[in-house]
């Protein structure tokens, strides 16, 4: 077995941008060159292409959470407008307003064809989404890429501009690209549970969770339980080695771990986080309850993180959640 407890969190330079903004804003770029892509196939009728953007943009219009605050939109985004009956429901209202008179049965397979394409891509990366909702409220994800993949998002743009570029080879470039997209996140696929069946060799717990990391293929990032005991580091199949980074006891008996709960913003948190732990800092007449997401605990300073502030009287002050 080769263990190594690295001192400082290795960064791609990829990885260094994106802790500067928030990854969401990528998103609505990505589904709407799929929608373009899905257009150079050959459907060329008048309303395809408006029809093919909306829907592809569709499910994230829950956006609109982010109004009541980061942690709202935490709890909300990829919910029911990323679950089945959305898929059906929103492609038919779709359909019935621009095909009413002409072409309903085209423009609902179009869209609905869309808004598949960004339900699948969303359950691909490790934010996940509530594919089954509102029949059940899990959260699913195949952490196959980060919330942002440079790779796909170029790939579905230089096809778009190569098929405005090129109009004869329009559609071959469109089917290509999107055979290439299959194939990039089924060798993603194989990876993923390549790196798992390594670690499982050779680090013994009772649950894994492989994590993929920013602009990264062989290195994956992973969150382990065994016992009371949660452990985090990187699995390399490059170099063959397990390096842990951090071991966490979970003691979630503290009083003020259990108040936090009752704040609304560590409600929202816990309904999305899947590997939470707490920590109890106290500083000057203060106490500071830090709620961390360990599927996300590789990247730099704090996100996916909530702080809860108590006074000296045990009341909550602030509390706030970061991405």
């Known amino acids: 077995m080769s263990f190594e407890?690295?001192?400082a969190l290795p960064a791609s330079l990829f990885d260094i941008h994106v802790r500067k903004m928030i990854p969401f804003r990528v998103d609505p770029i990505t589904h709407a060159l799929t929608g373009a892509t899905i257009k150079q196939l050959g459907f060329k009728r008048k309303a395809a292409l408006g029809v093919l953007l909306l829907s592809s943009l569709a499910p994230d219009f829950d956006y609109i959470t982010r109004f009541w605050g980061a942690d709202t939109f935490l709890r909300y985004h990829r919910g029911i407008t990323h679950g089945i009956v959305a898929l059906?429901?929103?492609?038919?209202?779709i359909a019935l307003i621009v095909g009413f008179k002409k072409g309903f049965l085209y423009y609902f397979f179009l869209s609905l064809l869309a808004y598949g394409a960004h339900l699948f891509m969303d359950l691909t990366n490790q934010y996940g989404t509530r594919i089954l909702s509102p029949l059940d409220w899990e959260q699913y994800a195949l952490d196959l890429s980060f919330i942002i993949d440079p790779y796909v998002t170029l790939g579905l743009l230089l096809c778009v501009i190569l098929g405005w570029r090129i109009k004869k080879r329009a559609q071959i470039i469109a089917a290509v690209t999107l055979l290439l997209l299959a194939s990039y996140f089924g060798i993603r696929y194989y990876l993923h549970n390549k790196t798992e069946d390594f670690l499982r060799a050779r680090l013994d717990a009772n649950t894994y969770k492989m994590c993929p990391l920013p602009n990264d293929f062989l290195r994956w990032w992973f969150v382990a339980r065994s016992g009371d005991e949660y452990i985090t580091g990187f699995a390399?199949?490059?170099t063959q080695r397990v390096c842990i980074q951090e071991r966490y006891f979970i003691d979630q008996?503290?009083?003020?771990?259990?108040?936090?709960r009752e704040d609304r913003a560590v409600k929202n948190f816990l309904y999305f986080a899947k590997y939470p732990f707490a920590e109890v800092r106290r500083e000057e007449g203060r106490v500071v309850v830090i709620w961390r997401e360990l599927a996300y605990s590789f990247r730099a300073d704090e996100h996916f993180v909530t702080k809860v502030v108590f006074d000296k009287e045990g009341r909550i002050v602030t509390s706030r959640f970061k991405f």
């Open 253 to 260: 008996q503290d009083p003020f771990i259990k108040r936090s």
């Open 88 to 93: 059906v429901a929103v492609p038919l209202i």
């Open 236 to 238: 390399d199949l490059f």
């Open 5 to 7: 407890f690295p001192d």
